[in-house]
């Protein structure tokens, strides 16, 4: 497999709403859709966080403390997942990983990371 690109991290003032995407190139559409995906976050001198997880079967779970303001979701025919971020607040700031467990290899797979600041 390819690797695992994100995008759309930025700086945006407390309130405001980012969306990131994630990709693996050279991912086929079955081995996208068999792929358990999720966001994780990390900020500075803490652990790496999951912020919200969606499964093959489009089961999703998220972080209490993202609940009602983050979605995830998968678009099949692009071959894109993302994070919608709304109503942020300056403890999102963070950086923020995507993650992908295919499922014909039960390997993992890790993005390089997108920086996500929110001013308050």
């Known amino acids: 497999q390819g690797q695992v690109v994100e995008s759309g991290g930025g700086l945006v003032q407390a309130g405001g709403s980012l969306r990131l995407s994630c990709t693996m190139s050279?991912?086929?559409?079955?081995?996208?859709?068999?792929?358990?995906w999720a966001w994780y976050r990390q900020a500075p001198g803490q652990q790496r966080e999951l912020v919200a997880s969606?499964?093959?079967?489009?089961?999703?779970n998220y972080a209490d403390s993202v609940k009602g303001r983050f979605t995830i979701s998968r678009d099949s025919p692009k071959k894109k997942v993302y994070l919608q971020m709304n109503s942020l607040i300056p403890e999102d700031t963070a950086a923020y990983y995507c993650?992908?467990?295919?499922?014909?290899?039960?390997?993992?797979?890790w993005g390089q990371g997108t920086q996500v600041t929110v001013s308050s």
């Open positions: 050279r991912i086929i559409t079955s081995v996208f859709n068999g792929a358990t």
């Open positions: 993650y992908a467990r295919l499922q014909y290899n039960n390997a993992d797979y």
């Open positions: 969606i499964t093959s079967g489009t089961n999703t």
